[in-house]
């Protein structure tokens, strides 16, 4: 899976890039990354480490909510910086608990072709925009529906499956 996260990361920067009309060359001085490996990253066989994806970032002229989420998407395709730092200092309980409903909806890490975050503030996947993966990875109504009645009651996830099923994980905040 980390070898499809990769791809659609360097789809994304690409399109970003030549969005800016920035070459490969000049994102690079202006990064200060070497134009091969951005070349590398854009085809999917590098990721990007948290420094690379900063100086990207930077190198982007990317601020805010977009400098956030492309971090967070960047830390997806490198294997040291999947997981975020803080979730170390978490309960154990708290770590476990999306694995165990995982395991009870007997969802295997195998299983899963593709995931679609309903809330771009938790991670930002442009792969769902992009034409190819849209032909590909189409919701089904009840989903859709589903996602209808839920919005803006807390953040879903759409775990797409082998054999075509889709799953809804949704997450809600109650604080009294």
Avoid: W
């Avoid at 977009?66 to 490198?78: E, G, R, S, V, W």
Wanted: proline share 5%.
């Amino acid at each position: 899976m980390l070898s499809d996260e990769r791809h659609q990361f360097g789809a994304f920067l690409r399109k970003l890039r030549v969005g800016q009309h920035l070459t490969l060359r000049t994102l690079a001085e202006a990064a200060k990354v070497p134009f091969p490996n951005i070349s590398a990253m854009e085809c999917g066989r590098l990721g990007a480490g948290g420094i690379v994806a900063r100086k990207l970032a930077t190198g982007l002229g990317l601020r805010g909510q977009a400098k956030k989420a492309f971090l967070t998407y960047a830390a997806i395709t490198n294997s040291r910086d999947r997981v975020a730092k803080e979730f170390l200092a978490y309960p154990g309980i708290l770590v476990n608990v999306l694995p165990s409903m995982l395991r009870d909806a007997r969802i295997k890490p195998r299983d899963i072709l593709f995931v679609r975050c309903e809330n771009p503030e938790i991670i930002y996947h442009p792969a769902a925009d992009s034409l190819e993966l849209a032909d590909r990875v189409r919701l089904k109504p009840e989903v859709e529906q589903h996602l209808r009645r839920a919005g803006g009651m807390g953040t879903c996830v759409v775990i797409f499956l082998k054999g075509g099923r889709q799953a809804v994980l949704q997450c809600q905040r109650l604080m009294f």
